[in-house]
Nanobody, 129 residues
Framework: QVQLVESGGGLVQAGGSLRLSCAAS????????MGWFRQAPGKEREFVAA????????RYADSVKGRFTISRDNAKNTVYLQMNSLKPEDTAVYSC??????????????????????WGQGTQVTVSS
């Protein structure tokens, strides 16, 4: 079992930046591929970014490429999402997720939400125009 807690959300003007954190407890996050998803009001949850347990593979949604950066610090059991050049359409609840990975799955990234095993509660990001 692993518990995920997101932080770092808030209100920011368009063009601004935020850094989200996802702290894992219960088991070391080293064994998990991690991802960030978001859900805007009235919309389905969508994939944002994902990173393999070794950080060797990373994926981004087209809508955030070049603006968002996912990273992880396994020693701190934390995954980050650096969000720059924020737009009003980035407004959503952002959630992190964890999927159990085997040691040899160094490059496995997961972009489908149904494949994830654990989810955090989410943190609100609001971008004003």
């Amino acid at each position: 079992q692993v518990q995920l807690v997101e932080s770092g959300g808030g209100l920011v003007q368009a063009g601004g930046s935020l850094r989200l954190s996802c702290a894992a407890s219960g088991r070391t996050v080293r064994s998990y591929a991690m991802g960030w998803f978001r859900q805007a009001p009235g919309k389905e949850r969508e994939f944002v970014a994902a990173i393999s347990w070794s950080s060797s593979s990373i994926r981004y949604a087209d809508s955030v490429k070049g603006r968002f950066t996912i990273s992880r610090d396994n020693a701190k059991n934390t995954v980050y999402l650096q969000m720059n050049s924020l737009k009003p359409e980035d407004t959503a609840v952002y959630s992190c997720a964890a999927k159990v990975s085997l040691p040899l799955q160094v490059s496995v990234v997961v972009t489908e939400e149904y494949e994830y095993d654990y989810w955090g509660q989410g943190t609100q990001v609001t971008v004003s125009s």
